[in-house]
């Protein structure tokens, strides 16, 4: 099994920075790929950023490309997202996701492990 928890959610003016972790424990992750996926209020869950943890190549949502970096410490076994120049379109509770394959790496149906997610508001 593996356990996600995330932090670093918050409240935070338009033009503001957050990062997100996400502490995995449970298994080794050498060959897993992890991803952030959020949901916001009456919409689906949207794939956001996702890295290989061994090869640490990474892989983005055109909205958030340029703006937010995925990354991990394989030492401590913990995913971050760095979140800058938020907007309020930014808003949703995001969730910190594993899997054992790279495929699929932008479909949240591929992740069998999810967090249970963190608020993120961000003010206009």
């Known amino acids: 099994q593996v356990q996600l928890v995330e932090s670093g959610g918050g409240l935070v003016q338009a033009g503001g920075s957050l990062r997100l972790s996400c502490a995995a424990s449970g298994r080794t992750f050498s060959s897993y790929a992890m991803g952030w996926f959020r949901q916001a209020p009456g919409k689906e869950r949207g794939f956001v950023a996702a890295?290989?943890?061994?090869?640490?190549?990474?892989y983005y949502a055109d909205s958030v490309k340029g703006r937010f970096t995925i990354s991990r410490d394989t030492a401590k076994n913990t995913l971050y997202l760095q979140m800058n120049s938020l907007t309020p379109e930014d808003t949703a509770v995001y969730y910190c996701?594993?899997?054992?394959?790279?495929?699929?790496?932008?479909?949240?149906?591929?992740?069998?492990?999810w967090g249970q997610g963190t608020q993120v508001t961000v003010s206009s």
């Open positions: 996701a594993a899997k054992v394959t790279y495929s699929g790496i932008s479909y949240s149906f591929r992740y069998p492990y």
């Open positions: 890295v290989t943890w061994s090869e640490g190549t990474t």
